[in-house]
């Protein structure tokens, strides 16, 4: 007998259909019961007490409240496809919420959230503001700059109010970011240096370097990192800021062993009586060359 005969008789084209609504059905009902399944999952999400219904922030104390309150809400608020809300207890979005909280309020840090029965809770660090950043390059007369604060990291976090004299320590020049994201554009189109770093790399070893220049009484007041390898450190406000007195360094430097080597320079004469009579004529010490130390006075 002919194969293909056999396979296309009526007895077996009956059984293939027979198996084919067979499957039909069982599926139409699986899917039923995944409906009902689903459903059911999103009826029971949905339970009041299983649903946060309070935010409490604890830890800021600039950032306000209803602020940090509102970026929560807005990470919580609707529904995964259209079935679970967003504030269950065990659906809530917790990384968004960090993330999107660190990124709308550059001041916060060691962000962490949490649930105690029906309360979220926002606990936050705020950034201390260290030093400020004031632009790409030095004002070459006095003038009222926009400045923005700097953690002990060299992190730029929020905009500095104006301050006459001294407050904190300057820094001015090139700025870098961890990641790949540029800078923000803030409203009427200008530019945010928030989230950068001034030093990237390098700034608690240049921080550790200003402080041994104060010890030697060379009264450092402001850090410019140039374009290239160099950058300076102006000594004094006697003057224009960037007719100097500064030191010059290259940001690769050793500044360890550089601070030792000034130190003993200015410890050891003839730079020692230079600095004792001359050093409101002081115009720049130059550093740049291994354990040279290289200056002019007028």
Not at 104 to 129: F, G, N, W, Y
Not at 169 to 182: A, M, Q, R, W
Request: hydrophobic share 40%; aromatic share 12%.
């Amino acid at each position: 007998m002919d194969k293909r005969n056999v396979l296309s008789s009526p007895r077996l084209l009956e059984l293939k259909q027979k198996k084919r609504k067979i499957f039909i059905r069982k599926l139409i009902i699986f899917g039923v019961l995944f409906f009902i399944v689903l459903i059911g999952l999103s009826l029971a999400t949905r339970i009041s007490r299983l649903n946060i219904n309070e935010i409490e922030v604890v830890g800021n104390k600039v950032i306000d409240t209803e602020k940090i309150q509102e970026v929560a809400r807005g990470e919580m608020s609707g529904y995964y496809a259209w079935l679970f809300p967003k504030t269950n207890l065990f659906l809530y979005p917790k990384t968004k919420i960090k993330n999107k909280l660190s990124d709308a309020h550059k001041r916060l840090t060691d962000i962490d959230v949490s649930v105690s029965r029906q309360k979220m809770i926002v606990s936050v660090s705020e950034r201390s503001p260290e030093y400020t950043w004031c632009g790409e390059v030095p004002p070459v007369e006095e003038k009222e700059e926009e400045c923005f604060f700097l953690d002990k990291e060299g992190y730029i976090f929020d905009e500095a109010p104006y301050f006459s004299g001294e407050v904190y320590f300057k820094f001015y020049g090139i700025i870098e970011s961890k990641s790949d994201k540029k800078i923000e554009e803030v409203s009427g189109g200008a530019l945010s240096p928030t989230g950068q770093y001034v030093a990237l790399g390098y700034f608690e070893k240049l921080i550790a370097l200003k402080n041994v220049l104060k010890e030697i009484d060379l009264s450092p007041i402001v850090i410019y990192i140039e374009e290239g390898e160099n950058l300076k450190i102006f000594l004094s406000r006697d003057q224009v800021l960037t007719n100097g007195p500064y030191v010059t360094i290259k940001k690769n430097s050793d500044f360890q062993k550089m601070a030792e080597n000034l130190k003993a320079a200015i410890e050891t004469d003839p730079l020692k009586s230079k600095f004792k009579n001359e050093y409101s004529k002081l115009e720049y010490i130059d550093l740049r060359f291994g354990n040279k130390v290289y200056y002019k006075f007028k």
